[in-house]
């Protein structure tokens, strides 16, 4: 019975880290489609959206030196999703091997 409760009690613990990785991805990703919509940065929620994102992608966002704003944007903030993604993913791989 240990055993088992142990089990799922990891397999919740990796589903909840993969969940988070797919949240904070899809933060990510929300930013770049509204930055290349040219969203109303007066708008709450972008607001808001932005400002995660930022702090998100605050190692990665000016990584790149691209002459084009929109590439700089796409490059930064869309590697932190797939780092956050892929890291997210692998933890959560790890979790439910044990």
């Known amino acids: 019975m240990s055993a088992n409760r142990h089990y799922r009690g990891t397999n919740e613990a990796a589903r909840t880290v993969a ?3 797919d949240a904070l991805a899809v933060i990510l990703g929300l930013w770049i489609l509204m ?7 007066g708008n709450d929620l ?3 959206v932005h400002d995660v994102s930022a702090w ?3 190692w990665s966002h000016d990584l790149f030196t ?3 704003a929109w590439a700089r944007v ?3 903030y869309g590697l932190a999703a797939i780092v956050y993604l892929f890291v ?3 933890v959560a791989n790890r979790l439910r091997r044990y």
Not at 35 to 41: H, M, S, T, V
């Open 19 to 21: 969940i988070v990785a």
């Open 56 to 58: 998100l992608a605050g």
């Open 88 to 90: 997210g993913h692998a």
């Open 46 to 48: 972008v607001q808001v």
């Open 66 to 68: 691209f002459d084009a």
């Open 35 to 41: 930055y290349l919509l040219d969203a109303n940065r």
């Open 74 to 76: 796409v490059a930064g």
